[in-house]
């Protein structure tokens, strides 16, 4: 050993080194995974200097759902939630900016695979993005979810909601909508963020 070896502080490894990245969307939209706000591993947790991520998490979580319907890799809530307040996404008494959407791809999209591929207010445009393979963040009413697939036959969206709500009609496991319920309602989708499969 060579003199002044046993001080030389060990480099630690990213955790992220074993990710595979995906080739295609790993949506199974038969048996769907939705993190909720409710998850006791972080729902009583600061969101801020005000607000838990129970209440106020949403952007955060439509994000991570997202995510792993898209590349199947988890983005670690808090982790992102820091990011959010440390960059002044988070708004106090409201919720999460939705620059979020764009910011956590320049951030992290290079350790998960995915990449921002813009945003509209078009339901056509949804339509046309989720056959490309793309998932969603959606603005509706008050709240942000995630829509991850789009059934043909069926003219329904796949749609996962962190704060299933009655007035919303939406459960912990994922819920096929119709494009009524994305064009009126509680659901009405104001605007759609976009993530796609990161190539490089």
Not at 121 to 136: E, F, P
Not at 178 to 183: A, E, N
Request: charged share 25%; proline share 4%; with cysteine.
């Amino acid at each position: 050993m060579e003199k002044g070896e046993e001080d030389a502080p060990e480099e630690a490894e990213p955790d992220y080194l074993w990710r595979i990245r995906a080739e295609a969307s790993q949506v199974d939209p038969d048996n769907p995974m939705v993190f909720t706000q409710y998850d006791p591993e972080w729902c009583g947790k600061a969101y801020g200097s005000e607000g838990s991520m129970g209440t106020a998490g949403c952007g955060i979580l439509a994000t991570v759902n997202a995510v792993y319907a898209l590349t199947g890799q988890y983005m670690n809530v808090m982790e992102l939630a820091d990011y959010a307040v440390e960059t002044g996404l988070r708004i106090v008494g409201s919720g999460t900016d939705d620059g979020i959407f764009s910011a956590a791809a320049d951030q992290f999209g290079g350790i998960y695979g995915f990449e921002y591929d813009g945003k509209s207010g078009s339901i056509d445009t949804l339509k046309k993005k989720l056959d490309q393979g793309d998932v969603a963040m959606a603005h509706v009413i008050g709240h942000y979810v995630a829509i991850t697939s789009y059934d043909q036959k069926k003219d329904k969206y796949l749609l996962l909601d962190s704060n299933y709500l009655p007035k919303r009609e939406t459960t912990p496991f994922g819920d096929w909508v119709s494009p009524s319920r994305l064009t009126d309602g509680y659901l009405y989708g104001q605007m759609y963020f976009f993530y796609k499969i990161r190539k490089d």
